[in-house]
Nanobody
Framework: QVQLVESGGGSVQSGESLQLSCVASGTDIKMHSMDWYRQVPGGEREFVAQIQSGGRTVYANPVRGRFTISRDNAKSTVYLQMDNLKPEDTAVYYC???????WGQGIQVTVSS
């Protein structure tokens, strides 16, 4: 059974950093494009970043220059390094496998001012 499990979330102060991880099991993500999304209560899930199988990356405007997506196919893991965090980054963050159309369970990130 395919699973995506996020970790690394938590509560930080504005300006601090966090690194999220998404570990995939039951599948080989080497050829999959992988995304990070986020969602606030009452809001829609919004795109944050994407890394394609060849390593090309795409970022949403609000996070460009502060967040970095990367992958380690040998570990079946996708990362989201989040620097200079802002209160508006507070959300539940989800990992998404575009090939399998599979979501992780989500992990909370809270940034206080």
């Amino acid at each position: 059974q395919v699973q995506l499990v996020e970790s690394g979330g938590g509560s930080v102060q504005s300006g601090e950093s966090l690194q999220l991880s998404c570990v995939a099991s039951g599948t080989d993500i080497k050829m999959h494009s992988m995304d990070w999304y986020r969602q606030v209560p009452g809001g829609e899930r919004e795109f944050v970043a994407q890394i394609q199988s060849g390593g090309r990356t795409v970022y949403a405007n609000p996070v460009r220059g502060r967040f970095t997506i990367s992958r380690d196919n040998a570990k079946s893991t996708v990362y989201l390094q989040m620097d200079n965090l802002k209160p508006e980054d507070t959300a539940v963050y989800y990992c998404y496998d575009l090939y399998l159309l599979k979501w992780g369970q989500g992990i909370q990130v809270t940034v206080s001012s």
